[in-house]
């Protein structure tokens, strides 16, 4: 394993492991210890990743409060802080999301259905667009203050670098 202080290749394994079971390394070059999870997103987290991880997917799929996250793993022996759960969220779900729209990559169909709604999210109205492919797999999402052709284009040429795909027909509201 390389270094993440120094990047040097020349490090040597330490006998043991953590107490969360992580392997331990030396490295020859700057001195300087480290575990399988130093240098990661989280690092310094006291608690096991898979449980993090599970936090983080019922905070985001179901939307339950951080305290209710909290109080569900307590019952369960482990403790953790509502502050933790908010902090685990903030680092890991541009993760996640970096990795969903990699697996999209070039995944989404070439005929799209786009729709617009005019939803209120924090106290102002905006429009978000939304594309769908022919077998329902979500294409992108975009966010706007208007409802324009400039918006409408910026909308097809974000969700076209996303997925990597060129539609070959686009249908908006039963128009082809």
């Not at 096991?48 to 019952?75: C, G, H, Q």
């Not at 077998?135 to 040429?157: G, Q, T």
Request: aromatic fraction near 10%.
């Amino acid at each position: 394993m390389d270094c993440p202080h120094c990047q040097s290749s020349s490090t040597r394994e330490r006998e043991g492991r953590t107490v969360h079971g992580f392997r331990r390394f030396r490295c020859r070059e700057c001195g300087r210890r480290f575990n399988e999870r130093t240098g990661s997103a989280l690092n310094r987290v006291q608690v096991p990743t898979d449980i993090v991880f599970l936090v983080v997917l019922w905070r985001l799929r179901y939307k339950l409060s951080l305290r209710d996250l909290a109080e569900m793993f307590l019952i369960r022996g482990i403790v953790f802080t509502h502050e933790a759960v908010r902090d685990w969220e903030a680092k890991l779900a541009p993760l996640l999301a970096a990795g969903l729209r990699k697996r999209r990559d070039g995944k989404a169909g070439r005929c799209w259905h786009v729709d617009e709604t005019y939803l209120k999210i924090a106290g102002e109205w905006c429009y978000l667009y939304r594309a769908i492919d022919r077998d329902s797999n979500l294409v992108d999402v975009y966010l706007s203050e208007n409802r324009d052709m400039a918006a409408a284009k910026a909308f097809l040429r974000s969700a076209k670098s996303v997925t990597q795909v060129e539609p070959e027909q686009v249908t908006t509201d039963g128009h082809t």
